[in-house]
């Protein structure tokens, strides 16, 4: 397993949002966090991503620690993710974003990956559009601000900044939310298509069952901050606890 972690609590004041919280990912999985709201899935991700110091555990990525290094620090690892709530205030374009996250490849490129360094800014460009902003249907608005899109392009413009870091790890925090059908299946279909080709591992939080069951190879069910289930996704759907926590059924 190249993520491993293990024994994760966090407290705010009175309220403790993840406990002993484990989870582990291989190379070229994608596992699906999935809970009832304030279940801790988005704390717990925090806690991986470096915004918050859990109080007690650790966390492993290729035998390394990662708590206590800072979402830039973590990033430059390849460790890139994306935000429940996406808030695109600023005038940059989505061209622009996507060159943000690019940014973050240079400390991890060597060796056959050195002639990048001299390449031109349009051979960047040409790349970004092909590889990532094409298959999330952003190239037709490649120049425009983000913060003149929708919802949902703005969701995926998010997402093209995680992948244009070519992540090792992503870290997926409700990717397809207020999206609609199609654009949540195609998203779904362009984070599986990123993990077979960069074979990165992934943790995808989403409520959406229909993406969930489609995209993840393995699911884990929070509740109350703690793991309470783990399995395939059939095995997830057949479980009375989950369905009882989660799914709301008597
Ligand atoms: N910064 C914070 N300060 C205080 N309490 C917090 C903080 N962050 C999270 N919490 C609390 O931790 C618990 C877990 O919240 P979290 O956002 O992780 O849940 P979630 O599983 O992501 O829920 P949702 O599905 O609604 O996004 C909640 O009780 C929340 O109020
Ligand atoms: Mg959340």
């Not at 999985?29 to 801790?40: M, Y």
Request: aromatic share 4%; hydrophobic share 45%.
């Amino acid at each position: 397993m190249s993520l491993v972690a293990r024994e994760v609590t966090i407290r705010f004041g009175g309220v403790i949002a993840v406990e002993r919280m484990a989870l582990e990912v291989s190379p070229g999985e994608i596992v699906g966090l999935i809970g009832p709201n304030g279940a801790g899935k988005t704390t717990f991700i925090n806690c991986v991503s470096g915004t918050y110091r859990p109080h007690t555990g650790t966390v492993r990525w290729l035998g390394d620690e990662l708590l206590g290094l800072s979402p830039s620090t973590l990033l430059r690892k390849g460790v890139a993710r994306t935000f429940q709530n996406v808030a695109s205030l600023h005038d940059l374009t989505v061209l622009d974003i996507a060159k943000l996250g690019a940014s973050a490849r240079k400390d991890r490129q060597s060796g056959g990956h050195l002639l990048d360094f001299f390449r031109s800014d349009s051979a960047l460009e040409r790349e970004l559009l092909e590889q990532i902003l094409e298959p999330l249907e952003l190239a037709d608005v490649a120049h425009k601000p983000i913060q003149t899109l929708s919802y949902g392009r703005r969701k995926a413009v998010d997402l093209a900044r995680a992948l244009a870091a070519y992540p090792q790890l992503l870290l997926l925090d409700e990717p397809v939310a207020g999206l609609t059908s199609h654009e949540g299946m195609a998203m779904a279909g362009v984070v599986r298509n990123v993990r077979d080709r960069l074979g990165c591992a992934v943790i995808m939080v989403e409520h959406k069952m229909d993406v969930v069951m489609s995209t993840c190879d393995r699911i884990v069910v929070m509740a109350a901050g703690s793991k309470i289930f783990e399995g395939l996704p059939a095995e997830v759907q057949a479980d009375p606890e989950v369905r009882r926590v989660y799914l709301g059924e008597p």
